[in-house]
C-alpha cells in the first residue's frame, strides 16, 4: 500500500527530483502493535532536515493523516515515508515553487537474524559530507555497494569506516560501545546519519545521568572491545554476537538499555 | 518526450532504487544539428560505471535505439539517460535478480549565458567519497545546494572545494587553468564528477602532444590565476570573464582548444 501525496499510486513523475538528484529525505519508522512509537522523532528529524536542505515541509499533519491510513493495515511492519522536493526540470537548482512530494508505504518487518549480530568489516569505505552528514538524505549509494558485500560475505551486518579509518555506524545501523564503563558513539560531524534510535538512546541515557560519550572509534581498536550494541528504528537495540569472526561476550549496555528503552516506548525487544 | 525502458511513459514505479537509494547514473548529452556527436563517450562512461557499481548494462544498442528514437525530435537540445538498479524492495541490498531501468528524456537548451562566465566560490563544500569519486550518480544533493547559492547570488556558474581547500569543479562544469603555459586539471580521486567534455579535452590536448597534467588547485591559488575554462558534455568549453569579481582577462586556452575541439565533433562553440 503507497500513498503519494495522500492518494494512493504505484508511481510518480520521471521529473522527480528525488530520482533524478536524491534531492530528498526519508525515515524509516517501526510499526509495532498497529502504532508508530517514535513518530514524533521521525517527523522531527524529517523536519530539520527540510528546513536544512530547503525543502518546504509538508507539515506534520499531512504525514501524520498518511501514516494513520496504512497503520490499520498490519499489526507490525515498516512504514517508508520519503520526501523530496517534487518536480523541477533539468538543473540542479531547486525550483523556486518546489513543491515537496511525500510518499508513504508499509512493508513487512524483515526476517529476524540471530538476536546476537555476526558482523564484519567492509572493504566500501564512508565519504565524508559536511554539507550533508547525519541526514538521512537519498543518496544512499555507499551504503548499497556496502551492503553488497555484507549479503556476498554472508554477514548479518558490516561495519563502516571512514577515510581516517575510523568506525562511524553499519550499513543501516548505529552503533555504540563502552570505554571503561562508559557508553560511547562514534561522532558524525562528517560521516553518517544521526538515527532516530541513537537519539533516543542518547536522550535515554542523559536522563539516567549517564550520558553517552561522543567519541572516535579507530578500527584498530576494535580488537579490544567486548561489547557492541547496534541500533535503529525498526530493530530497536542488538547486540553484536561476533566481530569479525571474535566472539564478543559483553551484554551489559544491552541489559542497561532494555528497559528503559521499553519506557520509551520500543516494547519489542527480546 | 520520454522513453522507460524503450516505452513513452511518463512516470517510474516508487520502488525504483534510484528514487530510494540514489543507486544508478546519469548521462547529459548534447543534441547538435539533429546528432548527439558525443554519444559513444558517453555510453563508454554509463558502461564503464554500471560495470563499477554492478548495475547490469542494459547494452549499447538499447539506449543508442531510445535516444535515436528522440534525435528526429529536436534539432538542437538536451538529452537525459538514467540508469538505475530498478525496482528492490526495501533494503540497501541489491536484489540478485536487478534489471535496470533506463529513462531516456529530450530537454530544450539551457537559456544561454555571457559567452564569458561569471563565476563566484560556493560556501557548500564538496564531500569526498573515494567509493563514488568520478561517477555521475544520482545523488547530487551536495551540487543542488550549491546551485541554490549560485542562483541567490545570481552568478553564472560557482567553483566547489572540497574539506581540504582544494577547487575541484564548478557546480556542472569540469575546470581547466594554466600553471606556466602548462593546460592543468584538478584530480578527481576523492570528490567530483569525470565529465565527458572534460576527457575529451585531455584525449584532444594528449594527441597534440601537449598533454592536460592533474595538479591540486588550492582555492587560495585562485589569485594568481588569469586564465580559468569550464567545460561540460552540453556547453563544450566556456571560458571564464570575472572570477569572484576579478575580471580574468585570459582566453589562450580556449583558443587553443577551439579547433581540436570543432574537429573531434564539438562543432557548437562560439
Same mark, same amino acid.
Given at each position: 500500500?503507497?500513498?503519494?501525496? @495522500?492518494?494512493?499510486?504505484?508511481?510518480?513523475?520521471?521529473?522527480?527530483r528525488?530520482?533524478?538528484?536524491?534531492d530528498g529525505?526519508?525515515?524509516? *519508522?517501526?510499526?509495532?502493535? @498497529?502504532?508508530?512509537?517514535?513518530?514524533?522523532?521521525?517527523?522531527?528529524?524529517?523536519?530539520?532536515?527540510s528546513?536544512?536542505l530547503g525543502i518546504p515541509?509538508?507539515?506534520?499533519?499531512?504525514?501524520?493523516?498518511? %501514516?494513520?491510513?496504512?497503520?490499520?493495515?498490519?499489526?507490525?511492519?515498516?512504514?517508508?515515508? %520519503?520526501?523530496t522536493r517534487g518536480d523541477g526540470?533539468?538543473?540542479?537548482a531547486p525550483p523556486r515553487d518546489a513543491a515537496a512530494r511525500?510518499? *508513504?508505504?508499509?512493508?513487512?518487518?524483515?526476517?529476524? *537474524?540471530?538476536?546476537?549480530?555476526? %558482523?564484519?568489516?567492509?572493504? #566500501?569505505?564512508?565519504?565524508?559530507?559536511?554539507?550533508?552528514?547525519?541526514?538521512?538524505?537519498?543518496?544512499?549509494?555507499?551504503?548499497?555497494?556496502?551492503?553488497?558485500?555484507?549479503?556476498?560475505?554472508?554477514?548479518?551486518?558490516?561495519?563502516?569506516?571512514?577515510?581516517?579509518?575510523?568506525?562511524?555506524?553499519? #550499513?543501516?545501523?548505529?552503533?555504540?560501545?563502552?570505554?571503561?564503563?562508559? *557508553?560511547? #558513539?562514534?561522532?558524525?560531524?562528517?560521516?553518517?546519519?544521526?538515527?532516530?534510535?541513537?537519539?533516543?538512546?542518547?536522550?535515554?541515557?542523559?536522563?539516567?545521568?549517564?550520558?553517552?560519550?561522543?567519541?572516535?572509534?579507530?578500527?584498530?581498536?576494535?580488537?579490544?572491545?567486548?561489547?557492541?550494541?547496534?541500533?535503529?528504528?525498526?530493530?530497536?537495540?542488538?547486540?553484536?554476537?561476533?566481530?569479525?569472526?571474535?566472539?564478543?561476550?559483553?551484554?551489559?549496555?544491552?541489559?542497561?538499555?532494555?528497559?528503559?528503552?521499553?519506557?520509551?516506548?520500543?516494547?519489542?525487544?527480546?
Open positions: 500500500v503507497i500513498l503519494v501525496n @495522500g492518494l494512493a499510486a504505484t508511481s510518480i513523475p520521471v521529473e522527480d528525488g530520482l533524478n538528484y536524491g529525505l526519508f525515515e524509516t *519508522v517501526r510499526v509495532h502493535a @498497529g502504532k508508530a512509537p517514535l513518530i514524533d522523532r521521525h517527523l522531527a528529524r524529517l523536519r530539520a532536515g528546513e536544512q515541509y509538508p507539515g506534520d499533519g499531512a504525514l501524520r493523516d498518511d %501514516v494513520g491510513r496504512l497503520l490499520g493495515r498490519a499489526a507490525d511492519g515498516v512504514l517508508r515515508l %520519503v520526501l526540470g533539468r538543473g540542479y511525500r510518499i *508513504v508505504s508499509l512493508h513487512p518487518l524483515p526476517a529476524s *537474524v540471530n538476536a546476537a549480530l555476526a %558482523v564484519g568489516l567492509c572493504a #566500501t569505505r564512508l565519504g565524508s559530507s559536511p554539507a550533508l552528514a547525519g541526514l538521512k538524505h537519498l543518496g544512499r549509494l555507499e551504503q548499497v555497494l556496502a551492503a553488497a558485500e555484507v549479503a556476498r560475505a554472508g554477514w548479518d551486518e558490516g561495519l563502516m569506516v571512514d577515510q581516517r579509518g575510523q568506525v562511524i555506524e553499519a #550499513t543501516r545501523h548505529n552503533l555504540f560501545y563502552l570505554r571503561g564503563a562508559t *557508553v560511547c #558513539t562514534p561522532p558524525l560531524q562528517a560521516s553518517g546519519v544521526a538515527g532516530v534510535m541513537r537519539g533516543l538512546v542518547l536522550d535515554v541515557q542523559a536522563s539516567r545521568g549517564r550520558p553517552v560519550e561522543t567519541v572516535p572509534l579507530r578500527y584498530d581498536e576494535l580488537h579490544d572491545i567486548d561489547e557492541l550494541l547496534l541500533c535503529n528504528a525498526v530493530a530497536g537495540i542488538r547486540p553484536v554476537g561476533r566481530l569479525a569472526g571474535r566472539e564478543l561476550p559483553g551484554r551489559s549496555m544491552y541489559a542497561a538499555l532494555r528497559d528503559p528503552l521499553a519506557k520509551a516506548g520500543v516494547t519489542w525487544l527480546a
